[in-house]
């Protein structure tokens, strides 16, 4: 996918900022200069594309619920099959593959810490895999924004 100026400033203004607020796409399309729809239709292809794996706003886990980090050890011949099952599960975000034993890290979220254990057990009955469940001790802020230089990438 060629990403024209407007997908380059549409990503530049909003990988920290995210308007939150009844129409936040509306208030994007003000900001940039394009409609509620254009932004829609932007972010579609781009996450179809696979440029955007993700949209939307990044909570301060303990105001939003219960989370924890999570792992299992999917055979690897059957990685990209438990990664979907995986990714299918309610509150699941940051699935990513590791080179361990453990091998799909993942993190899970819920309204509070009963339905985060009862959608942990749910999920380890369906994998059938055991899992590596990691309560956050100390929390760290990750700036996932990033610089992004175009022209290199041209």
């Given at each position: 996918m060629q990403l024209d100026a407007a997908d380059r400033q549409l990503i530049d203004s909003y990988q920290r900022g995210l308007p939150v607020c009844e129409r936040p796409y509306a208030e994007m399309a003000s900001h940039l200069g394009m409609t509620e729809e254009e932004v829609l239709k932007r972010l579609s292809a781009l996450q179809a594309h696979n440029v955007l794996s993700r949209v939307g706003p990044v909570f301060e886990h303990s105001r939003a619920g219960a989370?924890?980090?999570?792992?299992?050890?999917?055979?690897?011949?059957?990685?990209?099959?438990?990664?979907?099952?995986?990714?299918?599960?309610?509150?699941?975000?940051?699935?990513?593959?590791?080179?361990?034993?453990?091998?799909?890290?993942?993190?899970?979220?819920?309204?509070?810490?009963?339905?985060?254990?009862?959608?942990?057990?749910?999920?380890?009955?369906?994998?059938?895999?055991?899992?590596?469940?990691?309560?956050m001790v100390e929390g760290y802020h990750i700036d996932l924004g990033f610089s992004i230089d175009w022209e290199a990438l041209s």
């Amino acid at each position: 996918m060629q990403l024209d100026a407007a997908d380059r400033q549409l990503i530049d203004s909003y990988q920290r900022g995210l308007p939150v607020c009844e129409r936040p796409y509306a208030e994007m399309a003000s900001h940039l200069g394009m409609t509620e729809e254009e932004v829609l239709k932007r972010l579609s292809a781009l996450q179809a594309h696979n440029v955007l794996s993700r949209v939307g706003p990044v909570f301060e886990h303990s105001r939003a619920g219960a989370s924890l980090l999570a792992a299992v050890a999917a055979p690897v011949d059957q990685i990209d099959l438990v990664a979907a099952r995986i990714n299918h599960a309610p509150g699941v975000n940051h699935n990513y593959a590791r080179e361990h034993a453990y091998n799909l890290w993942f993190v899970m979220t819920a309204p509070d810490e009963r339905t985060l254990h009862e959608r942990l057990d749910d999920l380890e009955n369906r994998l059938r895999l055991p899992m590596l469940r990691l309560p956050m001790v100390e929390g760290y802020h990750i700036d996932l924004g990033f610089s992004i230089d175009w022209e290199a990438l041209s």
